[in-house]
């Protein structure tokens, strides 16, 4: 299976300056996609509820679209629940949150992702205690992600966003050593060329844990809208047998319209080598 084509749907008004293509509703997104010519939809939901599967499934079926993955961070963009928390309230609430997302996601056949909700290590809860919370967290989200016959996807961040993981080797080791065999990483691409030093090595390195790619350049905009080199990525991508979605969670500019017609064109091989000919 080759891999496959997605774009973002915020459902969220908060986050409307956030890095997500379409910001007006399910349905209109979904037009967008299709008519772009996407494969499937990542989608930023409010919570669970946002997500009845009766009726994104619908929306999905009309319009020929798989659903890529589903984003749980309105869980902090609202209401500011993290696993790392020091209050043990907020943290089961925080899971709680994250784990209906998970189930819903689950039942249209997707994954969930876990990025700002993972929190970060503060003083009053050291680096030690916040991994082992962490640990725990995607723990019991990827058993009830695996409920769905589904993984969880965690998403290293970048360090200006959390000071657990920012490096996608040091997760996936971090996965290994803890024995979370039902979580991937989400390999961001805008994170990566903050934190890595080569991002097709990187790639390769962590080889079967790669789970999903947020296809964004260097600047969070379009692929091919900054300096991040695409093609030894996509080798890479191919390298290891990735077969999942590269997923453009990137900023709406210069419009919504134009971020996804450059992010189609730069997953299209050069015209030469559809031609077999130097173009």
Request: aromatic share 6%; hydrophobic share 45%; net charge negative.
């Amino acid at each position: 299976m080759p891999m496959r084509s997605a774009i973002t749907i915020c459902l969220v008004p908060e986050a409307r300056q956030g890095p997500f293509v379409f910001h007006d509703g399910l349905e209109q997104g979904c037009r967008a996609a299709r008519a772009c010519g996407f494969d499937a939809v990542e989608i930023f939901p409010g919570s669970a509820a946002d997500l009845p599967a009766a009726e994104v499934g619908r929306v999905l079926a009309e319009q020929g679209l798989g659903l890529a993955a589903v984003g749980t961070g309105a869980g902090w963009v609202r209401h500011r629940l993290h696993f790392c928390h020091a209050d043990p309230a907020v943290r089961e609430r925080a899971i709680a949150f994250a784990g209906d997302i998970v189930a819903a996601a689950g039942r249209l056949g997707a994954p969930a992702i876990i990025g700002s909700m993972q929190g970060q290590a503060t003083p009053e809860v050291p680096r030690p205690d916040a991994l082992d919370l962490l640990a725990e967290a995607l723990s019991q989200l990827g058993s009830r992600a695996e409920a769905h016959g589904q993984v969880l996807l965690y998403e290293p961040l970048n360090r200006y966003e959390t000071n657990l993981f920012n490096l996608q080797g040091d997760a996936a080791a971090f996965l290994r050593d803890r024995g979370l065999g039902t979580v991937k990483l989400l390999c961001d691409l805008f994170h990566m060329a903050i934190e890595e030093t080569d991002i097709a090595r990187t790639l390769v390195a962590c080889g079967e844990l790669v789970g999903h790619v947020h296809w964004a350049d260097s600047n969070r905009r379009a692929m091919g809208f900054g300096h991040t080199d695409a093609g030894p990525i996509l080798a890479a991508l191919g390298r290891i047998g990735y077969e999942g979605c590269l997923s453009a969670e990137v900023f709406p500019l210069p419009s919504p319209e134009a971020a996804a017609r450059q992010t189609i064109s730069s997953l299209r091989p050069p015209a030469r080598d559809r031609a077999g000919t130097p173009a």
